[in-house]
């Protein structure tokens, strides 16, 4: 496989993390790390513009595209017969936050390069590591792929082994917040695997919503405002909107200075190479002392 269109971020991630970034022929919208990847050309577009939404207004967008539809995205079919992909990576896990596989297929069985579409869907920890060798099986890197996993195991590892014993806080995570969405997935795991016990949400299940009232009692040790697909600066501007909510289910960990906003989008939305730093930063907000006091700027802050 020569040449790769990516229409995830993640696989995008996996793509460079392998060392085949001069073999990525085209992105989707979403991608933007490594910042080599601007120069990409852009396959997909949201059928609305996101920038500037609030996440009730994004969720009615979404919910509209979907009933007119049948989706939120649209594969730029032009562009892609352009670029001459030999194998083009989605998936299949969310409609709602990247171009499922049934649209890309539809694309790519009009392309006169017949791509192989591969689906990389990733429901828990071990499912990430396994869409690496699996994109790296797939273009004759298994090798390397390898190695990029075993990173990654040993950094997760090395986390476990810093907070053992110590005391794992009751952590209510935001995955979105009009209406509140519970983390899933890889999520919850994450938490745990980082000292914590995640108070709502299913690993290996989608993220779901809960009223704000289902919430209420549950007085966290720690608040994460992680909304999906956002950066710092948008996580926290959702928290400022929706501040008297959160006040109301998490007053203990707002007053104690342990309520935090992160950057979601480049370490909890994307199941790729970067879950070992998301689990890292997760642990050195849980517990700064036996993380040492990892620098966090830019990916987390408190929120008050």
């Known amino acids: 496989m020569s040449r790769i269109a990516s229409l995830l971020p993640s696989a995008t991630e996996i793509v460079y993390a392998l060392g085949l970034g001069d073999r990525l022929v085209g992105v989707s919208h979403s991608c933007d790390y490594p910042c080599e990847v601007r120069g990409k050309p852009v396959l997909s577009r949201p059928r609305f513009e996101p920038a500037g939404l609030s996440s009730g207004e994004i969720d009615a967008a979404v919910r509209t595209a979907l009933e007119r539809f049948g989706s939120v995205y649209e594969v730029d079919a032009e562009?892609?017969?352009?670029?001459r992909p030999d194998l083009v990576l989605?998936?299949?896990?969310?409609?709602?936050?990247?171009?499922?596989?049934?649209a890309a297929e539809a694309v790519a069985l009009r392309l006169a390069s017949c791509p192989t579409v591969l689906s990389l869907d990733a429901h828990d920890v071990a499912g990430v590591l396994e869409t690496i060798r699996v994109v790296g099986r797939a273009v004759g890197v298994l090798a390397r792929a390898e190695a990029c996993v075993h990173d990654i195991e040993r950094r997760i590892a090395a986390v476990g082994t810093r907070v053992a014993g110590r005391a794992a806080p009751r952590v209510l995570a935001l995955e979105w917040l009009e209406p509140p969405f519970v983390?899933?997935?890889?999520?919850?795991?994450?938490?745990?695997?980082?000292?914590?016990?995640?108070?709502?949400?299913?690993?290996?299940?989608?993220s779901y919503a809960l009223p704000w009232t289902a919430l209420a009692d549950l007085d966290p040790d720690v608040l994460l405002v992680m909304p999906c697909?956002?950066?710092?600066?948008?996580?926290?501007?959702e928290a400022d909107h929706y501040a008297s909510a959160l006040r109301r289910v998490a007053p203990r960990a707002i007053s104690a200075g342990r309520a935090f906003v992160v950057d979601a989008s480049s370490h909890f939305s994307r199941p790729g190479p970067r879950v070992a730093e998301g689990v890292e930063l997760l642990a050195t907000l849980f517990h700064p002392a036996e993380c040492c006091g990892a620098p966090v700027d830019g990916r987390a802050a408190v929120w008050a």
């Open 90 to 102: 989605t998936q299949g896990v969310c409609e709602v936050c990247a171009v499922p596989t049934r």
């Open 79 to 83: 562009r892609l017969a352009a670029a």
């Open 183 to 206: 983390p899933g997935h890889w999520v919850p795991e994450m938490i745990a695997l980082a000292g914590a016990v995640p108070l709502r949400g299913t690993a290996r299940r989608p």
């Open 229 to 237: 697909g956002f950066d710092l600066a948008r996580a926290r501007a």
